[in-house]
């Protein structure tokens, strides 16, 4: 079923403001890692949500305290603002240990706290994952900022959100094969080919727009020019349309499993701030991979 106007129209304007407030936080790092933080904290606590709605449904005590769930929250912008930190020191081996210490230290205090293997499993288990899974992709875009520059962050963090609005239209208008129809219906091949060829025209406007503006935002960013070819475009697109796809179906599959159909609703027409950065969660691994491959 096709969405209504309406919703096209707050998926438009909704997108604009936020796309467009996430582009201007690139001025610097501390902004870049403060848009990271505000991302982890508010996609962390739909994600916490999302964790102990199924966990309210599989034991005998529903009622959870609001100070359990917001210590757990904390626990993923926490630990990607100490990364931010240890990138813009330069220091990879505190980053590696931060990650290195998350299994045994968080798993040890869900030992000595729940001493339930039930609690640890539903509950330390996953929030230990959404570490993983939220805060170590978005740390992966500061690297590359830090790294490589900002306008390599820039492509990372908004080419996802293109392929996804290609595909949805995309798909909305053409799609007769389904994707994965068990995770996630509305998605269609015709959309995934579709949100590819545009992703890749779309980043090709925006090298050539980004190009011909430089020389008057050189104060923007740290400083780095354009480097990618057309070539590196294409093999880009590629990585971000397959990340984006998988991050999505992901996303959909957890909120399958809880029953949901949004990760939340801070975004009308687009649901929960996760929903948005689903993509990005798998595609910022992706492009620093590339960007060490091709640097």
């Known amino acids: 079923m096709s969405p209504d106007k309406k919703e096209l129209r707050n998926r438009w304007k909704y997108g604009v403001i936020f796309g467009t407030a996430s582009v201007l936080l690139l001025y610097n790092y501390w902004t870049i890692v ?45 630990i990607f603002l100490l990364s931010g930190i240890c990138i813009f020191l330069e220091r990879l081996d505190f980053l590696v240990i931060v990650y290195a210490l998350i299994i045994p230290v968080l798993g040890g205090i869900g030992v000595f706290v729940y001493q339930d293997y039930g609690k640890i499993n539903e509950i330390m288990n996953n929030v230990i994952l959404g570490i993983f899974y939220i805060a170590l992709p978005l740390t992966c875009i500061l690297y590359i900022y830090k790294t490589f520059g900002w306008i390599y962050s820039l492509y990372a963090i908004t080419s996802p959100w293109l392929f996804d609005s290609f595909a949805f239209f995309v798909g909305i208008k053409y799609g007769k094969h389904k994707l ?116």
């Open 180 to 295: 994965m129809p068990k995770i996630s219906p509305k998605k269609s091949v015709e959309g995934l080919l579709g949100g590819m060829f545009f992703t890749f025209l779309g980043l090709i406007v925006i090298t050539i727009f980004i190009q011909w503006i430089y020389p008057a935002i050189s104060f923007f960013g740290n400083g780095r020019g354009i480097e990618l070819s057309v070539l590196e475009l294409l093999i880009l697109t590629l990585f971000i349309t397959w990340g984006a796809t998988l991050g999505d179906l992901y996303e959909s599959s957890i909120k399958r499993y809880h029953q949901t159909k949004d990760s939340g609703d801070i975004i009308p027409g687009h649901g929960g701030l996760l929903d948005r950065i689903d993509s990005l969660v798998f595609v910022g691994p992706m492009t620093l991979l590339l960007l060490l491959m091709i640097k």
């Open 34 to 78: 403060i848009l990271g933080f505000l991302a982890c904290l508010v996609s962390g606590s739909e994600y916490v949500k999302l964790l102990f709605s199924g966990y309210k449904r599989t034991t005998d005590n529903p009622k959870v305290m609001a100070g359990e769930i917001n210590i757990l929250t904390a626990l993923i912008p926490g």
